[in-house]
């Protein structure tokens, strides 16, 4: 084909992708309204939260008209120019691209807001779509066109981040605000996605039906998703980001937050050293860190030994898809799994050594049937990783059967995708290391359970796997996504050790968030108002713990949360100067009701009675000051506005999501503490930056050893709440230890919490493996 052609493909593939999002436009702006209409008739417990979806819905209905062709005329522009060969394109979110042209002046605040909600739809549409458009930029390859990723210049209408920069654009142009996209991103999320899918499923098909790149077709790949129930393809990012979550970990990629891992520890009340290293290499986890050294290493010594061992790094968007696997190994790989299948069945157990018998006779008649010397190095690696997992002592024994019955499809998947000896952050790598770390804590009884919800999806996982041989690492995406889905709601509502702890946690989170938001509220409030010290001190600290109390049970705009509020404008009145007999003798009329409601009001969120004396203690004072004339006075239009500002409070409470806690605006959550809850409140040294960086990673459902109160024990992550602000460990018997961000980083900072593993589980497999090559090198090629 000449060069021509080649250049009419690749037009022909934008032009087939812009046809294909007009096609489906209009149905994804009737799903939005459909879905905000829906969520808007949804019984709400909370009135504010029922107005703003109210809202939503009726703005989306007014304005559907008006946002479809809005939506359409940016695609339909784009598809004219195309055809008449002008270049198509938005730049950039966060400014322009060229560095030189940005002017000296402050980005706008609704500029910055604007693109971020960009990117962050530009990452979902990336991770949602991720095998589609890698698997498109290898055909465009192919014919001379792959898509433009330069950070200068316009952005290719084929990158997630066009779509993303016209479907917000297209909202803010219609009237529509950036408070409404929050509100709606989740419903837009599953309209947009299988939109965006459709379109690049849509352009793969016209590339394979000129005959580019047959040997990638997913459709037969996807029908079979639809059929099984199994969601797939995996949401592998083409921009290197991670999935969720979230909550969940993006093994697709070797950005920040897909390299994850236990760190490096330290003796129980040692102190922790910063590496040099970690410094170096902005973005990767501490095991991260030594897990890629270990990989590192094997491959240097492989490649070495084996002629056409060349392991790459994570594949780019659009890159090679691996090596080609002789028909062959292939086949003896299908044969191995089917006897492993039958051999090691749902209720065998895994004996070490029968393991390490098995193992070996199955390496044999592999290696037999491998075509290359760099095929028969595969296996052995393979199996050596596998012989050190097999034979983890820690590793429970109906966990092992399925870790033995995982030995085909990683070796399927690391003879075609060379980066499974590269990278870290390969899918069928964290998947080991994820499943290995919640299991490896477990005490003899709950480790052999094999009825516990989590050995139970571990056999589903294991059994999805050999369900799709030749998906390679998208089947380990997919489930990867699901196991960290899993744990979320496992630790929340089936384990029995976890579960009152997580319910405790999430208690004190929504209160205490509740609480934040009224503290917040109140110092802008009484920012610059004449309040007696006495007085802020009991809004910020108590009166803003007794209102969060009462929205949470009642709602924030009950009335008995609306009756706290107008105590709150009586005792700021009360406490103002007071220079008339009359005012004086007002105060003296409202003042016993006013302390009772005050008591009521703190006897009802939990408050002990002598902390209740120690408070109306203190209003006296601030009382007797006004009295005395020595509190200043407020005047009469003011507290007239602080009081209806009061009585609305519940309506205007500022969404955290777009606040920096700090450990100013945190609050001592030591009140909260029972038979099942201890509350960490002191303890470790001051944290680094990096403490509280490495205090986030941690992952849901790794074990680690606490040293706390006197004695140590180990615990389980069980819990990370909203922002992960807060955490909860969980000791075997399930005694709950909830710990706010900034104190865990103290104790990870000091020793006195260390995960149990110095390393994840496929680390220790690879640096066994590899003193075993280095011992003896030629065992690679026998």
């Known amino acids: 084909m000449s060069f021509g052609p080649h250049r009419a493909l690749a037009l022909t593939a934008r032009l087939s992708f812009l046809e294909a999002l007009i096609k489906g436009v209009e149905a994804v702006v009737q799903g939005c309204v459909e879905g905000a209409r829906q969520a808007a008739a949804e019984p709400q417990t909370d009135p504010a939260v029922y107005q703003r979806k109210r809202d939503l819905a009726l703005e989306l209905m007014r304005l559907q008209s008006a946002w479809l062709s809005t939506l359409e005329r940016p695609l339909h522009d784009a598809l004219r120019d195309l055809r008449v060969g002008r270049s198509v394109g938005v730049r950039a979110a966060l400014g322009p691209a060229n560095k030189t042209d940005i002017p000296l002046s402050l980005l706008d605040d609704s500029d910055v807001e604007r693109d971020l909600a960009v ?39 084929l990158m997630p981040h066009w779509v993303a920069r016209v479907l917000v654009d297209a909202w803010l142009e ?23 899918q459709e379109a690049y499923h849509h352009v793969n098909g016209v590339l394979l039906d000129h005959g580019v790149r047959p040997e990638i077709d997913l459709r037969p790949f996807i029908r079979r998703a639809k059929d099984v129930g199994v969601t797939l393809p995996a949401p592998l990012s083409p921009q290197g980001g991670s999935a969720q979550a979230g909550a969940s970990t993006g093994a697709g990629s070797s950005g920040a937050g897909a390299l994850r891992g236990n760190s490096g520890l330290q003796p129980l009340g040692a102190a922790f050293e910063e590496t040099r290293m970690l410094t170096q290499t902005p973005g990767m986890s501490r095991g991260a860190v030594k897990a890629q050294n270990v990989l590192d290493k094997l491959t240097q010594v492989v490649g070495r030994q084996v002629p056409g061992f060349e392991p790459t790094a994570a594949r780019p968007p659009g890159g090679a898809v691996g090596a080609v696997m002789s028909a062959g190994l292939g086949q003896a790989i299908q044969s191995v799994g089917d006897t492993l299948r039958r051999q090691v069945g749902a209720e065998a157990a895994v004996n070490p050594a029968e393991a390490l018998q098995t193992l070996q006779h199955n390496k044999q008649a592999l290696k037999e049937a491998a075509s290359t010397p760099s095929e028969r190095a595969i296996i052995e690696i393979v199996a050596l990783l596998f012989q050190a997992i097999l034979t983890e002592e820690r590793l429970p024994a109906s966990i092992r059967v ?37 299991v490896m804590g477990f005490e003899r009884g709950v480790a052999d359970d094999a009825d516990d919800a989590l050995h139970k999806e571990i056999r589903r996982i294991v059994q999805v796997i050999e369900a799709y041989p030749d998906t390679g690492r998208r089947v380990f995406q997919t489930v990867l996504t699901e196991f960290e889905r899993f744990l979320e709601s496992y630790f929340r509502e089936e384990n029995q050790a976890s579960r009152r702890g997580v319910s405790l946690a ?64 009586d005792l700021i009145w009360s406490a103002s100067a007071k220079t008339s007999r009359d005012e004086r003798a007002e105060v003296l009329r409202r003042l016993p009701n006013l302390l009772k409601a005050i008591r009521e009001g703190m006897a009802r969120s939990g408050l002990p009675l002598d902390k209740q004396d120690e408070h109306i203690k203190a209003l006296n004072t601030a009382l007797a000051a006004a009295f005395s004339a020595r ?107 909830l ?31 590899l003193a075993k090559i280095d011992a003896d090198p030629t065992r690679l090629l026998n």
């Not at 930029?137 to 330069?150: E, K, T, Y």
């Not at 009166?543 to 009950?558: F, M, R």
């Not at 103290?746 to 066994?768: D, H």
């Open 174 to 196: 219609v009237g529509l605000s950036l408070d409404h996209w929050i509100e709606i991103k989740t419903i837009l999320m599953h309209e947009v996605t299988p939109w965006t």
């Open 631 to 737: 509190s200043a006075a407020i005047s009469a239009s003011h507290l007239q506005e602080l009081t209806e500002r009061l009585e609305a409070l519940g309506d205007v409470l500022p969404d955290l999501s777009k606040v920096e806690l700090d450990e100013a605006t945190l609050r001592d959550l030591s009140g909260h503490e029972s038979d099942a809850l201890e509350v960490v409140a002191d303890g470790g040294s001051m944290p680094t930056p990096a403490m509280q960086a490495w205090a986030r990673e941690l992952q849901i459902g790794a074990w680690f050893e606490l040293d706390y109160r006197g004695k140590q024990e180990s615990v389980q992550l069980a819990w990370s709440g909203l922002r992960q602000q807060l955490l909860l460990f969980v000791t075997p018997s399930g005694r709950g230890i």
């Open 739 to 769: 710990f706010q961000l900034h104190r865990l980083a103290a104790f990870l900072q000091a020793g006195l919490l260390v995960p149990q593993e110095e390393e994840s589980l496929t680390t220790r497999a690879t640096r066994a493996a």
């Open 402 to 438: 399925w870790f033995a019955r995982l030995q085909m499809p990683v070796l399927r998947v690391a003879v075609s995708e060379p980066d499974f000896f590269a990278t870290t952050s390969h899918p069928a790598r964290i998947l080991i290391d994820r499943m290995g770390s919640c």
């Open 506 to 569: 999430q208690q004190v989170e929504q209160r205490e968030t509740c609480a934040i938001q009224y503290t917040i509220e109140l110092r802008k409030m009484l920012d610059g108002v004449p309040v007696h010290d006495g007085v802020r001190d009991f809004m910020f600290h108590v009166w803003a713990d007794v209102l969060a109390h009462s929205a949470v049970v009642n709602g924030p705009t009950h009335e008995s949360t609306k009756a706290l509020q107008r105590a709150a404008a």
């Open 119 to 157: 990117a962050r739809l530009a990452q979902m549409i990336g991770d949602y779509n991720g095998s589609e458009f890698s698997d498109l930029n290898a055909r465009l390859q192919a014919v001379g066109g792959p898509v433009s990723v330069s950070a200068s210049g316009p952005v290719d209408v």
